[in-house]
């Protein structure tokens, strides 16, 4: 029904425009018409025609900026109609002005012309405008509340929206991240990311389908565990053609923060002043600190370089490497740590066995 009548509406403004246009026209060109009416005719069913094919492109974006409302947070939808609303009051403040002036008949067009263009560019600037400062003026709302106060101070810091990346949701360990509650905040899945997930998990290699297939069932359950806090969002830039671009833009639009584990998306997103958490990060923080004369239980997996090495490793992946320990492969001892290297494939500690093991 809306379709119909966002159609009807601009093939009707087509007509008024092209009928009563007419009468725009110069008086030298009015008189070398033989008939006014024909003319009116052939503009108004010219007009008309375009009227129609603006009413199809019209109707096409709405449909479009429609399911991008449903989707948007009520806080965000109810700043940006504030600001909007402010924009085009201040519009007709400052254009007031305009239609008091005396102006030619040749040139009447610049009146609604000035209302059309400031009146875009004031609603315009309003949106922005309430996109920067609208958690603010929600504070202004209940400006009693005690989060409002914390909020205020600056002691407390409003949880912002993460949007996922296919890499993060294949990795796995969102789920657990999201079950310790360190992870706050409503998590967005975009539409674009679900179907580069979709093509992964349909890919002709085997281990991109399993990947592809992994991904699917995490997201799955992370959906039914917190269906309050996961949510596809059905943007989408056509213009734009990666889905690491189409990330960032979507972050930059809506304030949010990235969540990915991907090197590459996460320096070009800090780049562009976009707030990131890497889950290898993260990860690699809470990773334990091992000092010279902690002990370790640790069971000798492989041979090292050398005869008398032993290696191990830790439950993070942490390769240790173990002095005279070349023969208790598949024996699990105790360990004192002697040091540790980092390098650019991770971190290598190095021990010796406990004097305990040793007796």
């Not at 603010?136 to 600056?154: D, Y």
């Not at 923080?285 to 005869?307: C, F, H, M, T």
């Not at 002697?338 to 021990?351: C, K, V």
């Amino acid at each position: 029904m809306i379709d119909a009548v966002i159609i009807i509406s601009f093939i009707l403004a087509g007509l008024g425009i092209g009928y009563y246009g007419v009468e725009l026209l110069p008086s030298s060109t009015l008189d070398q018409v033989t008939s006014q009416d024909g003319l009116r005719s052939v503009t108004a069913g010219f007009s008309a025609l375009i009227g129609g094919a603006m009413g199809l492109f019209a109707q096409t974006y709405y449909r479009r900026i429609e399911s991008q409302v449903r989707q948007m947070p009520v806080d965000v939808l109810l700043t940006r109609s504030v600001g909007l609303i402010v924009g085009l009051l201040v519009a007709n403040l400052m254009l007031a002005p305009i239609f008091l002036l005396p102006i030619p008949h040749e040139f009447a067009f610049i009146k609604p012309l000035a209302a059309v263009l400031g009146s875009i560019m004031f609603a315009v600037s309003g949106v922005s405008l309430a996109d920067s400062h609208g958690r603010a003026f929600l504070r202004l709302i209940n400006p009693h509340s005690i989060e409002t106060m914390l909020l205020a101070e600056g002691t407390l810091k409003p949880a912002t929206t993460k949007i996922l990346d296919t890499s993060c949701i294949i990795d796995g360990r969102l789920e657990e991240l999201l079950s310790t509650g360190f992870i706050e905040g409503q998590i967005l899945v975009p539409q674009f990311v679900l179907q580069e997930l979709q093509m992964v998990a349909d890919a002709a290699n085997d281990q991109k389908r399993v990947r592809g297939r992994r991904g699917l069932d995490i997201l799955n359950r992370i959906k039914e565990s917190f269906p309050d806090r996961i949510a596809i969002h059905p943007a989408d830039y056509d213009e734009i053609h990666t889905v690491d671009a189409k990330l960032v833009h979507l972050a930059q639009e809506i304030n949010a923060t990235l969540l990915t584990n991907d090197y590459n998306l996460n320096k070009v997103a800090s780049l562009q002043k976009v707030p990131v958490l890497n889950i290898n990060d993260l990860a690699q923080a809470i990773r334990p600190a091992y000092l010279p004369g902690d002990n370790i239980d640790l069971k000798i997996i492989k041979q090292g370089r050398e005869p008398q090495q032993g290696v191990g490793y830790l439950d993070d992946g942490t390769m240790v490497v173990v002095e005279d320990a070349g023969n208790q492969i598949g024996i699990e001892l105790r360990v004192v740590v002697t040091g540790a290297l980092q390098t650019s494939a991770g971190r290598m500690i190095f021990a010796r066995p406990h004097a305990s093991a040793i007796a």
